[in-house]
């Protein structure tokens, strides 16, 4: 078989390949995620909330804002503790700079301390 059939075969097969993806990937929303940053979001989000200190409603919009489109510092994470894992979570925006502590635990996330702090 020359080099031209081989092509051909294989080009029809990932054709029908990318077909048979597209059909069965198309209406679910699906996602890698493989940074331990991007792992860490996804798994808070999916867990009940819980607010320990919150006073203002803005605060919360805030903190979920944060907690969606911050980072994780590892270094001042404590991730070695068993029940409950603490994440220490980074954002900037226009107007604030946050930073929050995350209890995650099995089942809720608990928001255990927070700092806003006002942009000049």
Do not use: H
């Not at 603490?86 to 089942?107: A, P």
């Amino acid at each position: 078989m020359n080099f031209f059939n081989r092509l051909t075969y294989f080009s029809c097969g990932f054709i029908i390949g990318l077909l048979f993806l597209m059909f069965f990937l198309s209406g679910k929303r699906t996602s890698c995620s493989y940074l331990p940053n991007s792992r860490v979001k996804k798994d808070i989000m999916k867990k009940n909330i819980i607010f320990n200190k919150i006073t203002f409603k803005i605060d919360s919009t805030v903190i979920m804002n944060s907690i969606l489109n911050g980072n994780v510092n590892f270094s001042k994470s404590n991730t070695s503790l068993k029940e409950c894992k603490e994440y220490y979570f980074e954002n900037e925006d226009k107007s604030n700079k946050v930073w929050i502590i995350v209890k995650n635990c099995e089942n809720q996330a608990i928001i255990s301390n927070y700092k806003i702090t006002k942009k000049n």
